[in-house]
């Protein structure tokens, strides 16, 4: 079986030193994912625990699950796997139950964007991981879950892009655990795109 390669390039500037870094892996497997994620639509809490305020034509329908997000002192904050229950004009409700995950919701009036969750299912053994790497064009939750849920939230930036890459001193974030898909929802009022790369031993 061929080898594939993965790169992990950076160009740093600290404390006016500058620092160059090419780190090389090989591994026989790889996977990648480059996944559109639908617009946020921008309101605020409701008195009912909903969201209202929203434009008209937001696209919202019963049953439809959302991610709302906020920031709360310059923290990224999410509740994701919402239900919505009842969609009017400018306005949702969510069910009871599931009832989500996360963060609490935010006091009424908060401002918020909700956004429809995208389920990504993919599959690796994260004890066979060589690098990882996740990026967004916009703001965006990312959860990467196993079968018991989840086992890693990233809140990513705009352009900004997250990684982890073996034998460089760093725990293994998603420890031993055989991740099975990948839920992402947009905290921006812009589509944007994500992109997953994985880089993974098949064998151990």
């Known amino acids: 079986m061929s080898l594939q390669t993965g790169r992990i390039a950076s160009n740093l500037s600290v404390g006016g030193i500058s620092f160059g870094s090419t780190i090389v892996r090989q591994a026989e497997g790889n996977i990648s994912h480059s996944v559109p994620l639908p617009a946020g639509v921008a309101?605020?809490?409701?008195?009912?625990?909903?969201v209202d305020?929203?434009?008209?034509?937001?696209?919202?329908?019963?049953?439809?699950?959302?991610?709302?997000?906020?920031?709360?002192a310059g923290v990224a904050k999410s509740r994701r796997g919402l239900v919505v229950a009842t969609a009017s004009t400018n306005?949702?409700?969510?069910?009871?139950?599931?009832?989500?995950?996360?963060?609490?919701?935010?006091?009424?009036?908060?401002?918020?964007?909700?956004?429809?969750?995208?389920?990504?299912?993919t599959g690796f053994d994260?004890?066979?991981?060589?690098?990882?790497?996740?990026?967004?064009?916009?703001n965006a939750a990312v959860d990467i879950r196993d079968s018991g849920g989840s086992k890693l939230l990233l809140d990513l930036v705009t352009?900004?892009?997250?990684?982890?890459?073996?034998?460089?001193?760093?725990?293994?974030?998603?420890?031993?655990?055989?991740?099975?898909?990948?839920l992402a929802s947009n905290a921006s009022t812009t589509a944007s795109v994500l992109y997953i790369g994985v880089l993974y031993q098949s064998v151990e």
């Open 43 to 50: 309101g605020a809490i409701s008195g009912s625990g909903g």
């Open 53 to 72: 305020g929203l434009a008209t034509g937001h696209g919202f329908t019963g049953a439809d699950v959302v991610s709302v997000h906020w920031t709360d």
């Open 91 to 121: 306005e949702i409700t969510f069910e009871v139950s599931p009832a989500g995950e996360g963060d609490s919701l935010p006091a009424e009036d908060t401002p918020v964007v909700v956004s429809k969750q995208i389920e990504i299912v």
């Open 126 to 138: 994260a004890d066979l991981l060589e690098i990882i790497a996740v990026k967004s064009t916009r």
């Open 159 to 182: 352009e900004e892009a997250w990684w982890w890459v073996s034998n460089q001193g760093v725990d293994n974030p998603l420890d031993s655990n055989v991740v099975e898909s990948i």
